[in-house]
């Protein structure tokens, strides 16, 4: 980290903390900024968690997570503490786009600004900046950052959850994104007492029928293989939207299960939101979807995991997916 001696100084003094995470945030982005609230509670600043959108409701049971502000709901509050704020810490995202409600906000705020994250091309807007492509979610790091400024003794029960959830989102529960030392973050966090069933059980298993049924409904009637049936394309139309009123959330994980099958080693996940078209793109080895998202979605990501998005019709999308995949693939096959 850049001048971690000179951070840990300026957090000894009481201050003002804003912690901002990415928009629509998900258990990477919610678990890192909630244990590093706490913390902070604990070293008696006074924080607070600001997203720019809401969060998906099966992270309700998060601690703490009531009293978050919602930039969505309450813009005027989130600008208010982020301007008053000495200390404003960006979590889990690796530019000012990803927070666009608050981006200006941020610009131009007093405070010292510190980023912590793990994606790939990291624009570095931030006066202090801990990024590391290799760490396993937000959450790793910011364990590793209460290790730094030695305040691990803090982390108690509810701080343990937050990493956990932060981590084992981010890993899809330890299948990819894995690191001989994230292994070791666990089990400190186990030996704190981090309820590692219950916080599995609350990530993976409490869907909703409805999110069961619209997988069926991907799958069996939204599903396209592309030549040489190696890649896959799920797509989502506004009429899906509304006839299976999807909600926040409810399409989280759906663009991993086509790489369930041995063949697929690329799947998309499409979806036409109100005027934007917006993509998810996951593969298996050594594809570098972030590259494809980078080049042709307005996107990035990690090489696994990526994301973009076009201002277009569904139509014309899908078209130009199926135009730049299938090159794609074969220079990687
Ligand atoms: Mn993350």
Redesign the pocket.
């Known amino acids: 980290m850049t001048d971690l001696n000179k951070l840990i100084s300026l957090i000894q003094i009481p201050s003002k903390i804003s912690i901002i995470s990415h928009r629509n945030p ?4 919610i678990g ?1 900024s909630l244990a590093l609230y706490k913390i902070l509670l604990k070293m008696t600043h006074s924080p607070k968690v600001i997203f720019p959108s809401e969060y998906p409701a099966f992270y309700k049971w998060m601690p703490e997570l009531d009293k978050v502000i919602i930039a969505d709901l309450d813009l005027k509050g989130a600008h208010e503490w982020i301007e008053k704020s000495d200390l404003i810490f960006c979590l ?1 995202f690796n530019s000012l786009d990803r927070v666009d409600n608050l981006s200006e906000c941020i610009t131009f705020a007093k405070g010292k600004k510190v980023l912590i ?3 790939q091309d990291m624009v570095p807007f931030a006066d202090f900046i801990y990024s590391k492509v290799e760490a ?4 790793e790091m910011v364990y590793d950052w209460i290790e730094m400024i030695k305040k691990l003794h803090f982390i108690d029960r509810d701080i343990s959850n937050s990493l956990l959830t ?1 981590i084992i ?2 890993t899809g529960s330890f299948k990819y994104n894995v690191n001989p030392r994230v292994f070791n973050v666990v089990s400190d966090l186990l030996k704190r007492e981090a309820d590692y069933d219950n916080v599995q059980t609350r990530i993976y298993n409490s869907q909703s029928q409805k999110q069961l049924d619209l997988l069926g409904h991907c799958i069996a009637n939204r599903m396209k293989l592309l030549e040489g049936k190696d890649a896959s394309i799920i797509y989502l139309s506004k009429a899906d939207f509304k006839d299976f009123q999807i909600g926040r959330g409810d399409t989280e994980g759906i663009v991993n299960y086509p790489l369930t099958v041995e063949k697929i080693k690329f799947s998309t996940f499409v979806t036409d939101q109100s005027n934007i078209i917006k993509f998810s793109f996951r593969s298996k080895g050594n594809i570098p979807v972030n590259e494809l998202a980078r080049d042709f979605f307005n996107g990035g990501g990690h090489i696994n995991a990526a994301g973009g998005y076009m201002h277009t019709s569904l139509n014309k999308a899908m078209t130009k997916l199926e135009k730049v995949i299938p090159p794609f693939m074969k220079k990687y096959n």
């Open positions: 998900d258990g990477d982005a890192s889990d994250d793990h994606h396993s979610s937000t959450a932060g989102t981010d």
